[in-house]
């Protein structure tokens, strides 16, 4: 079964600083991988996703991720903080079993940016 | 283009009552999805529909139904309502045959139980 674990349910950072959020996934088969962000009151947006091309996944606002399918890893990472990062962050999993498979999510990470 | 939209914006329900949450797609998308998002918690797949069926189901009680219509917009409804209902529940558009990574989610709707 699929399943995903996001290490540090909460990351403060301060601006200008390295952004780094940890996903791991568990999959029995070559997987969908996403990272979504949500602010505050809000639905949620979709930064980037890694579909089995390129496994350095650039995305929007700067974001990018990389998936290593030996650590089964798909840390989000940002070079420069901004204020305007401070969110809440999820990665997402989904089988390629079917185009229609569920995507399962992670706990989620809150971001805090200090200025 | 409004992209998707879900109405009410909130809602309070005492327990043991009934509630009907509704969902407009993505112009352009005909799969619907529902999750279910505690305080804190990531979402959790309630359902999907496509073609006014049900495709996909999570791990959710019978309680928790759904409709989608010949437009493709789609209620989520739920019975008997409990105090552990309350949440924010998210629907996302997708079109069918892209659903699991194409997914555009609306602004949720807020669920207290009382």
């Known amino acids: 079964a699929q399943s995903v674990t996001q290490l540090g349910s909460h990351v403060s950072v301060s601006e200008g600083a390295l952004v780094l959020l940890r996903c791991n996934y568990s999959s029995s088969v070559p997987p969908y991988l996403f990272w979504y962000v949500q602010y505050p009151n809000q639905g949620l947006q979709l930064l980037l996703k890694y579909t089995s091309a390129a496994t350095l996944v650039k995305g929007i606002n700067g974001f990018e991720a990389e998936f290593k399918k030996s650590e089964t890893s798909f840390h989000l990472t940002k070079p420069s903080a901004h204020m305007s990062d401070a969110a809440e962050y999820f990665c997402?999993?989904?089988?390629?079993?079917?185009?229609?498979?569920?995507?399962?999510f992670g706990p989620g990470t809150s971001l805090s940016v200090i200025p | 283009d409004a992209g998707v939209t879900q109405s009410p914006t909130h809602l309070i329900k005492t327990r043991g009552q009934q509630v009907t949450l509704r969902c407009s797609p993505k112009s352009g998308h005909d799969t619907v999805s529902w999750y279910q998002q505690a305080l804190g918690q990531g979402p959790q797949f309630i359902f999907q529909?496509?073609?006014?069926?049900?495709?996909q189901r999570g791990n959710f009680p019978d309680r928790f139904s759904g409709h989608q219509f010949p437009n493709y917009s789609s209620e989520l409804n739920v019975n008997a309502l409990l105090l552990g209902d309350s949440a924010l529940y998210l629907c996302?558009?997708?079109?069918?045959?892209?659903?699991?990574?194409?997914?555009?989610f609306g602004p949720g709707t807020r669920l207290t139980v009382t």
């Open positions: 997402a999993v989904s089988d390629r079993k079917t185009s229609y498979d569920k995507v399962i």
């Open positions: 529909y496509y073609e006014e069926e049900e495709r």
């Open positions: 996302a558009s997708s079109p069918g045959h892209l659903s699991s990574y194409e997914q555009y």
